[in-house]
């Protein structure tokens, strides 16, 4: 029996007893030895940014096994005997990089950086496993790693172009098993089988004992051992058996336990066997190895054809990490003590007839069935499962499972069904006997659909009146739970009955018509390809040169430094902020007695104080030693509060408060009135969208750290300038007494520009009370409720058009909900916005805001002008469907002439770029827009992406097919690039005269965008150096003061011009000596020690003043093709091309990855990610990723094509170029419009025809209820026999 937990990471000894808790995490551990490149994002399981490599010794076989795991979720209490890989084990800038780094970075597979080294530890767990894989491998491994910059598909690409003896040439650092020096080739020797043939029998798994601060640690070796420690348990005591722990990542609030017991040493709950029976798996068999054994004995053994299915099912439970970590036994537990839990593994398992074996210390082992095992009391008997059995099915069996989700990787089930039924399929397919009818996610005590299972009983699935009264008692029977985070209660009864009719349809095949064939089949994604067009203009190299991003190696490896994992400092204390429980209530008081050290006072108001507005405000900030202590502490804080009014959290409830709604400027031209006397067609809509979280993978972070300066302050900011501001100004200080500092943020999108000042002003004053380093990191649930995202939007507009189309009047409001208050505005750049590319004589566009309990909503890559764009093409479309003309067609007629003029408000700009939003700041009224080039981008795209055809053959398949609908859409879109007069970027160009390195500072913030790769090119063109002696240093408040803000596609662009400023003044000069000296080709290094010698001033800063960079406007057209599932709403994306114009780029790759991301975004928002909040609190219930659903690799478009518009050079631009991260994201809403093309066919095949208004997101359970599916139409014959 042992007191200590010990296990290796990348070789090295580490031991941990009773000086962590149970629930400490391998990552946190990680980071407090300073391993900090495993990144913590969600904490809970849902974005695989901190995978690390697990090998360990699998105590049946005695054999040792790899994977690749969730570093949040394991508990660093389980480890023992682990040896661990993390990101740093595997490359770095001292020893070498792996070759799965170098692919990542060549392929320009990383923008922020944040979710790399989770990436490449996934694709590291893979080549770790297997010894060999094919593309659908390495797609499949990427289920669940999230990134929110790249689109995934360079990603994808990287992964793919990694070869077995790549990986076998491997330089790796340690071996994750012997911690020896290893080229990786171990693995690779046993087939897949997880076992490594290096591998050394370990010693016989310890036991182990730790008597915690809180609680007890338990590790029996042996089933009796377990059964002892069970039963010397007093009476009631609270205990927790743990196997890999993964359940906390779905329920994190159980607990306290007194006792927790790790059963992964004992050799019993980890066998696998076969026996005539079935096949038998231990308890702590992990949810991948299932899959595998599956797999193996659906080729191999008689009776296990289905396990084909359930293997496919899984695919889609949690993602690959989750499965190789999580076993059936913590699944089925899971499902036990919630019943409301849709697990899959549970239903496919229960409808596959398997058996649980559990034992307890008090009597003989039991067998159970799982509907008996969902009533057993385990705690009252002590009992524990040990094993389960798969029973072989029989030929005659009909098998069949579901998952309906809102996206097609890593997410739980919607709704879940497992059908099972023996069927004579020569006796006009009847149903022998009762069959199984399972549904989960209906409600807590849902299972059976006894009704229709009943129906038919005994009966012929061919006859349409069964099929029908099965349907209805399932109808009847099924009556899901409202809870709010579940789609409607509709929704879930109408797919229940789809999901029973595909069943039917699949076994009665052929009997059926050809027409309704398609409800049987569930959607295939094709493997994923891609193809990148670019010009290289190599005439101009470095610049426009496509290279790989300049800190793409450090950022994959884990080396780049974000706030949260810069190294402690000497007594440095974290904070946690206190935030409010009840939205829309007076604070009464706040109880801080069970607490630590509460930051609440400030001489600017920071926290709220009289009244809770929303659900997530912050109170005040605790101060401890350690990020748990801190933690702890605000959840001790009792807040009590009076007066709770119901809050208002949608713009339909705002609209019926008196609550104020501000008007912004509207966009007037003509006279619409006129208009639409003049029109032969007046039509009116409407359409929105919901909320959007910015989903930077780096939490908001600061680390304040008093000096005898003031203070050094870093932090995750898009502005270093404003954060300064904030922090001088709540402080009450100079502003050059506080030093901020941004070396690189891990995405932004708009969160961290005005957003992340609380944080760092409630940490700055926290450290200047406490006079101690502060750092306060937000956890995702923190940032999600806390903090404000994108606006939701809801738009209504009237129409007026001729006969032929054109555009005769527009009038429309557009309502964006602001959040409690409305200080970052969105909608003050929507009504500019709308026009687009097209003209139209009369406008009149008003924005309004309402005032909601929920956060302060803030920009979101590319505010208001996503909400104009897509207004406009929806009234383009609306206006095709109801004049029944080609919508190509329509827009081609609108089209805005060259010269034409674009206006644009100033409302935006003067809070964006005030300073501290005081002062109205002068924009540009209009842009010029020299020549729609539009017309011929479109006729381009027309070709390349062969839309015509695509657009018969897509008629055709809906033509044939009834259940699953094809949709295809092109738009077209102008985005004004609207540059402020004053947008001062403030650079400063050092040369080093030793070396002749260059060092750059400047005012922008590199996000991952690919700031600084530009001005990495932009120094070298300019000054003729090589790019390799360039280096960007971080923003500072001090070397880039007043600079403006990183956002709008502003930053990369203003400050490339800035940059390029300097240098030419300093090539100016340096040109000078070059003429002095009479040589033109002189080493640059020669040529910086001369100059330097002759007393030149190497070094040059540069402001950017009024009206030096101009606006423009940037074109975009773009085509997406899709194919829905009518009966569940689920769909894909089959393919995407996108034309964007980009001038002569600065930096293909940088700019096609900005083009791929930004659609990517744009595809969330108008396809999956909403917000949904509890009524009576205003809690976001949408504050983590199992509720929240941004796209996966596994959602992105199949086939992504992104070409950037040829030899179009912008010569009024900077360095001929054009903005590209904000443009792309509207065009996303192709996808939305051919899923609405896909709708319409579905629903004129019920008989409904014309428009229906757009109400975004239009996820699986939107898509399914616009289908308008009625039951009666679920036949086998629909014409009639
Ligand atoms: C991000 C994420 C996504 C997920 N997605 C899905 C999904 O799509 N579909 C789905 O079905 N599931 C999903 N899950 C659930 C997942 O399958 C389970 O978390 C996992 O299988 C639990 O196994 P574990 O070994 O980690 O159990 P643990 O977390 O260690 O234990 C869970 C519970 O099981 C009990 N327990 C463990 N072993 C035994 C035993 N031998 N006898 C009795 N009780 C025992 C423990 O006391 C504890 O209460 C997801 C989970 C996460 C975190
Ligand atoms: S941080 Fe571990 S999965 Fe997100
Ligand atoms: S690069 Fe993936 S989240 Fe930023």
Request: with cysteine; aromatic share 6%.
């Amino acid at each position: 029996m042992t007191e200590k937990v010990t296990f290796t990471i990348n070789g090295e000894q580490h031991e941990v007893g009773a000086d962590v808790s149970a629930d400490t995490s391998l990552s946190t551990y990680l980071h407090a030895q300073h391993l900090r490149g495993t990144r913590v994002t969600c904490g809970t399981g849902g974005c695989g940014a901190c995978m690390v490599l697990v090998t360990r010794l699998e105590p049946d076989a005695g054999e040792k096994m790899s994977y690749s795991a969730l570093g949040c979720l394991i508990p660093v209490l389980g480890c023992g005997g682990w040896e661990i890989t993390t990101i740093e084990g595997l490359g770095n800038r001292f020893e070498g990089y792996h070759v799965i780094q170098d692919r990542l970075v060549e392929h320009y597979g990383t923008q922020c950086g944040y979710c790399s080294p989770g990436m490449v530890m996934s694709m590291y767990g893979m080549t770790q496993e297997k010894s060999s894989w094919t593309d659908a491998d390495v797609e499949g491994i990427l289920d669940a790693n999230l990134c929110r910059c790249t689109g995934y598909r360079p990603i994808v690409d990287a992964f793919k172009a990694v070869t077995v003896q790549d990986i076998e040439d491997a330089h790796t650092l340690s071996c994750p098993r012997t911690g020896q020096p290893c080229k990786g080739r171990c693995s690779l020797k046993s087939a897949d089988t997880k076992t490594s043939s290096c591998s050394k029998q370990s010693e016989k798994p310890e036991s182990r004992l730790l008597q915690l601060r809180d609680a007890t640690w338990h590790q029996p070796a042996s089933l009796q051992e377990l059964y002892d420690i069970l039963s010397g348990l007093p009476q009631g005591a609270k205990y927790r058996f743990v196997c890999s722990d993964t359940a906390k990542g779905i329920y994190h609030n159980e607990g306290p336990y007194s006792t927790y017991i790790s059963t992964t040493s004992i050799p019993e709950l980890s066998r696998v066997a076969a026996s005539p029976s079935g096949l038998v798996f231990g308890a702590n068999v992990s949810i991948s190895r299932l899959m595998s054994e599956f797999s193996t004995a659906s080729q191999s053994l008689s009776g296990f054809g289905f396990a084909e299915k359930i293997v496919k099912m899984w695919k889609r439970v949690g993602g690959t990490a989750l499965r190789n970590m999580g076993s059936w036994a913590g699944n089925f537990a899971i499902k036990i003590a919630h019943r409301d839990f849709p697990s899959d593994v549970f239903l496919s398992l229960m409808a596959a007839g398997a058996v649980v074996k559990s034992g307890s210390p008090y009597g003989g082992d039991k067998e159970h069935t799982l509907d008996h095992l969902l009533d057993l009391d385990f705690e009252s008997e002590r009992r524990v499962m040990l094993e389960l059995r798969v029973p072989p099915l029989s030929d005659e069996v009909s098998y069949r499972v579901f998952k309906i989700a809102p996206r097609n990787a890593n997410v739980h089930a919607y709704m879940n069904a497992a059908f099972s039924m023996r069927v004579d399929s020569a006796n006009a397919h009847t149903v022998i006997g009762r069959p199984l009818i399972l549904f989960g996610g209906i409600n807590e005590d849902f299972l059976h659909a006894w009704g229709a299972e009943a129906a038919l009983e005994d009966n012929s699935l061919e006859d349409e009146s069964i099929v029908q009264a099965a349907l209805k008692a399932l109808r009847d029977e099924i009556h899901p739970d409202d809870l709010p985070e579940n789609p409607s209660a509709k929704y879930r009864v109408d797919v229940a009955q789809s999901l029973l009719y595909k069943t039917i349809l699949g076994i009665v095949g052929d009997i059926a018509d050809a027409s309704v064939a398609s409800g049987a089949s569930d959607l295939e994604r094709p493997l994923a390809t891609g193809q990148q067009n670019y010009d290289e203009n190599a005439d101009r190299w470095p610049l426009s040169k496509p290279v790989t991003k300049v800190e793409g190696h450090i950022q994959c490896s884990g080396e780049a430094d974000y706030v949260a994992d810069l190294p402690p400092m000497c007594e440095e204390l974290s904070g946690c902020f206190v935030t409010s429980t009840q939205a829309n209530a007076r604070i009464v008081s706040i109880d801080t007695s069970a607490a630590l050290i509460l930051i609440s006072d400030s001489p600017a108001q920071l926290f709220a104080e009289e009244r809770s507005s929303y659900f997530g405000q912050p109170l005040g900030l605790i101060v401890a030693k350690t990020a748990e202590l801190s933690k702890q502490g605000a959840a001790a804080v009792v807040v009590t509060y009076d007066d709770i009014q119901a809050p208002v959290l949608t713009i339909k409830e705002a609209q019926q408060q008196p609550l104020p709604s501000p008007q912004g400027d509207p966009f007037v031209e003509g006279d619409v009135e006129a208009g639409f006397a003049a029109s032969t067609h007046v039509l009116e809509g409407g359409v929105g969208h919901d909320w959007q979280y910015h989903f930077y993978m780096e939490n908001q972070a600061t680390l304040a750290i008093p000096t005898d300066d003031g203070l050094d302050v870093f932090s995750s900011s898009q502005w270093a300038i404003e954060t300064q501001r904030s922090i001088g100004q709540v402080l009450g200080v100079p502003d050059n007494t506080v030093n901020v500092s941004v070396k690189r943020i891990g995405g932004g999108f708009g969160g961290k520009i005005t957003r992340g000042n609380i944080i760092a002003a409630a940490t700055c004053l926290a450290a200047r009370k406490m006079r101690k380093p502060v750092r306060t990191v937000l956890d995702m649930a923190t940032c999600m409720t806390m903090l404000g995202g994108r606006d939701p939007f809801w738009s209504t507009y009237k129409v007026g058009v001729d006969a032929e189309g054109r555009l005769q009047a527009v009038q429309a409001t557009m309502t964006s909900d602001a959040g409690y208050v409305n200080v970052d505005p969105n909608n003050t750049a929507s009504p500019p916005a709308v026009p687009s590319c097209y003209v139209c004589p009369n406008w009149e566009i008003t924005p309004v805001t309402v005032l909601t309990n929920t956060p302060n909503n803030t920009w979101t890559r590319t505010p208001g002008t996503t909400e104009g764009v897509t207004l406009m093409e929806t009234i383009i479309e609306h206006v095709a469907v109801a004049l029944n003309l080609d919508p190509l067609l329509v827009r081609q007629r609108n089209l805005m002439p060259d010269g034409s003029f674009r206006r644009v408000s100033e409302g935006v700009f003067r809070l964006r770029c005030g300073r501290g939003g005081r002062d109205a700041i002068a924009i540009p009224k209009q842009v010029k827009v020299e020549k729609n080039i539009i017309g011929d981008m479109l006729t381009q795209l027309m070709s390349s992406a062969d839309v015509e055809n695509r657009k018969q053959m897509v008629d055709t398949f809906n033509k044939n097919h009834l259940w699953k609908k094809r949709g295809i859409s092109v738009m077209t879109m102008l985005w004004p690039h609207v540059v402020p007069l004053l947008y001062p970027m403030n650079s400063l160009v050092s040369i080093n005269q030793r070396d002749g390195s260059v060092a750059v500072s400047h005012g922008g913030s590199e996000l991952g965008q690919g700031l600084n790769t530009k001005v990495v090119q932009v120094v070298s063109y300019e000054l003729g150096c090589p790019m390799e002696v360039v280096a960007v240093k971080p923003t500072t408040s001090h070397t880039n003061a007043n600079s403006q803000v990183t956002s709008g596609a502003l930053g990369s662009y203003t400050t490339a011009y800035s940059v390029s400023e300097a240098c030419k003044k300093l090539r100016a000069r340096l040109d000078g000596v070059k003429h002095a000296l009479g040589v033109e080709d002189i080493p640059w290094k020669d040529l910086i020690e001369a100059a330097a010698s002759e007393g030149v001033d190497i070094s040059e800063r540069y402001c950017n003043g009024p009206g030096e960079v101009l606006s423009y406007p940037v074109f975009g057209v773009c085509c997406s093709e899709v194919e829905l599932d009518v009966l569940t709403g689920q769909f894909l994306v089959l393919r995407t091309d996108i034309l964007q114009d980009a001038g002569t780029s600065m930096s293909p790759l940088v700019d096609v990855a900005q083009v791929e991301g930004g659609f990517v975004m744009g595809q969330g928002l108008f396809t999956s990610e909403k917000a949904i909040y509890d009524s009576a609190t205003g809690k976001r219930i949408t504050d983590g990723t199992w509720h929240y659903q941004v796209p996966t690799a596994h959602d992105v478009p199949a086939d992504f094509r992104v070409s950037l518009l040829s030899n179009t050079p912008h010569p009024t631009g900077v360095l001929d170029s054009k903005a590209t991260s904000e443009p792309p994201v509207p065009l996303s809403y192709t996808v939305l419009m051919a899923l609405r093309n896909a709708v319409a066919s579905a629903r004129a095949d019920g008989g409904t025809a014309g428009w229906f208004d757009i109400e975004a997101p239009f996820n699986v359970e939107k898509l399914q209820q616009l289908c308008l599916v009625e039951p009666s139409r679920m036949v086998l014959h629909p014409g009639g026999r």
